[in-house]
């Protein structure tokens, strides 16, 4: 079942995840995701905790879900991708966020004449042949779980360099005009490439709007573009524009 491979990959991806995130980000009622994790419980694919679930303790999948999440929602990643990627300049200074579809952006901007700047290290493997892209990895803790630099190396770098555009990655828009995120160690990491660039692009597939996430990485305010996909919730969307944000449903 598709919902039940979304599951697995948001909770292999966090560690652990509530009920009502879960029912938000896939549209189905709190019962129905119970009913998911009991079923996964059995299984023995995650563990059931107390209003939600958790990574099953010596889970070897738990050490490299990034393929995992990479295949949920691919085609509507691939298509914010495309649409991302037409905005970028040649001759600009760009920072990528981690995450699966700045991954999947950094496959498009193969070939351009551009300097990226990343602390991720699938934008680097697929950047690192390419000898048009002046690449820029930023260093730092390695986070193995999700292919990244994090930390407070990653954040010192951000703060020594200037770019033109960042894409920034999310685990969801709330209603209210947050952008959130699941992950402390990388809303900071975020938090700085915002300050950096002169214009900030969220890219966020349909599924995330409203998505999930505990963590606030900045007001939508702060945003100057929203690339997205079909499936986003309308009303989140209209919040977006009537705060400024430029939207773009690809």
């Given at each position: 079942?598709?919902?039940?491979?979304?599951?697995?990959?948001?909770?292999?991806?966090?560690?652990?995840?509530?009920?009502s995130?879960?029912?938000?980000?896939l549209?189905?009622?709190?019962s129905?995701?119970?009913?998911?994790?009991?079923?996964?419980?059995?299984?023995?694919?995650?563990t059931?905790v107390h209003?939600?679930?958790?990574?099953?303790?010596?889970?070897?999948?738990r050490?490299?879900?990034?393929?995992?999440?990479?295949?949920?929602?691919?085609?509507?990643k691939?298509?914010?991708?495309v649409?991302?990627?037409?905005r970028?300049?040649?001759?600009?200074?760009?920072?990528l966020?981690?995450?699966?579809?700045?991954?999947?952006?950094?496959?498009?901007?193969?070939?351009?004449?551009?300097?990226?700047?990343t602390?991720?290290?699938?934008?680097?493997?697929?950047?690192?042949?390419?000898?048009?892209?002046?690449?820029?990895?930023?260093?730092?803790?390695?986070?193995?779980?999700?292919h990244?630099?994090?930390?407070?190396?990653?954040?010192?770098?951000?703060?020594?360099?200037?770019?033109?555009?960042?894409?920034?990655g999310?685990?969801?828009?709330?209603?209210?005009?947050?952008v959130?995120d699941?992950?402390?160690v990388?809303?900071?990491?975020?938090?700085?490439f915002?300050?950096?660039?002169?214009e900030?692009v969220?890219?966020?597939?349909?599924?995330?709007?409203?998505?999930?996430?505990t963590?606030?990485?900045?007001?939508v305010?702060?945003?100057?573009?929203l690339?997205?996909?079909?499936g986003?919730?309308?009303?989140?969307?209209?919040?977006?524009?009537?705060?400024?944000?430029?939207?773009?449903?690809a």
């Amino acid at each position: 079942m598709q919902r039940h491979s979304e599951i697995v990959a948001r909770v292999r991806d966090v560690g652990t995840v509530s009920v009502s995130e879960l029912s938000s980000a896939l549209d189905v009622s709190p019962s129905t995701i119970r009913r998911d994790l009991q079923q996964l419980d059995r299984a023995g694919v995650l563990t059931r905790v107390h209003g939600g679930a958790a990574v099953t303790t010596g889970d070897p999948d738990r050490l490299h879900p990034f393929d995992d999440v990479a295949r949920a929602h691919a085609e509507a990643k691939a298509r914010v991708a495309v649409a991302a990627a037409a905005r970028v300049r040649d001759g600009e200074v760009v920072a990528l966020d981690i995450g699966t579809t700045t991954a999947r952006l950094a496959r498009e901007l193969r070939g351009r004449a551009i300097t990226v700047v990343t602390n991720s290290l699938a934008v680097l493997d697929a950047l690192r042949d390419d000898e048009s892209v002046e690449l820029i990895l930023l260093g730092g803790m390695l986070r193995r779980s999700y292919h990244s630099l994090v930390g407070v190396l990653t954040e010192d770098a951000v703060h020594q360099i200037g770019v033109d555009r960042a894409f920034i990655g999310t685990s969801g828009i709330a209603s209210g005009g947050q952008v959130m995120d699941s992950t402390l160690v990388e809303v900071t990491v975020k938090r700085a490439f915002i300050a950096a660039a002169r214009e900030v692009v969220v890219v966020a597939d349909g599924h995330k709007i409203p998505g999930s996430g505990t963590l606030r990485v900045c007001r939508v305010d702060q945003v100057d573009v929203l690339v997205t996909s079909a499936g986003a919730d309308p009303l989140i969307l209209d919040e977006c524009r009537d705060r400024g944000v430029e939207v773009e449903v690809a």
